[in-house]
């Protein structure tokens, strides 16, 4: 039996896989496609993929070898022409879905366009390092003020273990190539100059916890 929902047939059900690979950012595997599907409770898991096959079989789709759907011209096409039959409601809600599935797509391509990987061969700083090369590459990106989550230090935890004498050399090395991604980033947005203090106050900075 449907759930309760403003889709009720298979046609529909076919209607709104194609309107959401039409905007879905390059090609997405099935959960993908069925997890934005299932905005709307006449759509279950049984219908989804018989509609999903024979959108495949009639060419409105594409799958290939790593198992990855993509619309094609034919689909574009039937999609524009019948989208004014979805549900408003449920047209809503396949865009706001999709903002937020977009954004997640983009940001991943843009990891993997350039490669992007935490540097296995130091133990901390490996975030942050990390994130200052994906800044490197954004268009524009935003600083707020409100804090995401807090920072705790756990005295037996990897941070505070990699302290110490015994590591100090390799606790400095880690930090000169910190400050020379920090130094390369401004410099190559052009405010190197402007912050020149505050980056090289990194080289003596110590994270610390606040009461």
């Not at 898991?45 to 070898?65: G, I, K, N, P, Q």
């Not at 524009?80 to 997640?104: D, F, G, I």
């Not at 707020?144 to 390799?170: C, D, R, V």
């Amino acid at each position: 039996m449907n759930g309760f929902g403003f889709i009720s047939d298979k046609l529909e059900i076919k209607f709104l896989i194609l309107y959401i690979a039409a905007r879905v950012v390059g090609p997405v595997p099935f959960e993908v496609l069925q997890d934005l599907s299932m905005c709307d409770g006449g759509v279950d898991y049984f219908r989804f993929s018989e509609c999903l096959a024979d959108l495949v079989r009639t060419e409105h789709l594409t799958l290939d070898a790593a198992g990855l759907y993509a619309i094609t011209e034919k689909g574009r096409q039937n999609s524009a022409a019948c989208e004014s039959s979805l549900p408003y409601t449920v047209r809503m809600q396949v865009e706001r879905n999709l903002v937020a599935h977009n954004e997640r797509l983009k940001r991943r391509e843009l990891v993997e366009a350039h490669h992007l990987r935490m540097d296995p061969d130091i133990s901390w700083c490996e975030d942050f390092m990390f994130n200052l090369e994906y800044i490197r590459y954004c268009q524009t990106f935003a600083s707020i003020q409100l804090p995401l989550y807090y920072y705790y230090k756990n005295k037996k935890g990897i941070t505070s273990t990699s302290f110490g004498l015994a590591k100090l050399p390799q606790t400095i090395e880690t930090k000169l190539n910190l400050f020379e991604f920090y130094k390369d980033l401004y410099t190559d947005m052009g405010l190197y100059e402007q912050y020149k203090l505050q980056i090289h106050k990194y080289l003596i900075d110590i994270a610390s916890d606040k009461d």
